[in-house]
């Protein structure tokens, strides 16, 4: 079945540094979707990607979709603690899948 | 300024209790889906629906059914409590697949 891994599991950073996580899939994907998870929250929609290579931007955060589809990237750029949270992605397999399967996610401490 | 609505949203129940827990959306989206996460964990589907009269089990659906009678209500029900239904139940909804709109989820604890 569809296997994901979200990389790193955790990351501490200090406020103003770059963060970046990945999400890597055993197979081609259709898209991906990005969420985000604030401590005690439910997540949130932040984005989706569908073409090959496809880079999207949302202020500090840039998303991007791998040449081969098989994997994404999320990068915020000089994290602020308003960052805080926990990162998901969501894969959908190639083929007509409308079921995503979720990564662990990845979560972001940013220290003040 | 929810769309989704969970209820309740902390539940502390007996072993053996049966128990439904409720989610609305009133934003007349088709697809709607019951998701189990622990923390610090990934989702996992239980439940899902695709319109009215139209339910689906998702990979963590023993123990548990769905119904969805109306568009906007598709409520989850545990037949028989257990210690491992312990968790976080996140109901959401999507229009053409294109983002999941979560609720604030009810967080359940079986004693």
């Known amino acids: 079945g569809q296997q994901v891994m979200q990389i790193p599991q955790y990351q501490h950073v200090q406020e103003g540094e770059d963060f970046t996580t990945y999400c890597n899939s055993s197979t081609t994907l259709s898209n991906i979707q990005w969420y985000k998870q604030r401590p005690g929250g439910h997540p949130v929609f932040l984005i989706q990607?569908?073409?090959?290579?496809e880079v999207k931007k949302q202020k500090r955060l840039t998303f991007q979709f791998g040449e081969a589809k098989k994997n994404s990237s999320l990068h915020i750029t000089a994290t602020q603690t308003t960052d805080v949270g926990t990162y998901f992605c969501?894969?959908?397999?190639?083929?007509?899948?409308?079921?995503?399967?979720f990564g662990r996610g990845t979560s972001l401490i940013v220290h003040p | 300024e929810a769309d989704i609505y969970q209820t309740p949203r902390y539940l502390v129940i007996g072993t053996g209790k049966k128990i439904t827990l409720e989610c609305s959306q009133t934003m007349g989206h088709d697809k709607m889906y019951w998701y189990q996460q622990d923390p610090g964990m990934e989702l996992h589907l239980i439940h899902y629906?695709?319109?009215?009269?139209?339910?689906e089990k998702g990979d963590l659906s023993s123990e548990s059914t769905v119904s969805r009678i109306r568009t906007e209500h598709f409520p989850l029900t545990l037949e028989s409590a257990r210690p491992s239904h312990t968790s976080q139940y996140l109901c959401?909804?999507?229009?053409?697949?294109?983002?999941?709109?979560f609720g604030s989820g009810t967080r359940l604890t079986v004693v």
């Open positions: 990607l569908v073409k090959s290579g």
């Open positions: 959401a909804s999507s229009e053409n697949h294109y983002g999941y709109t």
């Open positions: 969501a894969v959908f397999a190639s083929g007509g899948s409308y079921i995503p399967t």
């Open positions: 629906s695709y319109g009215v009269n139209s339910t």
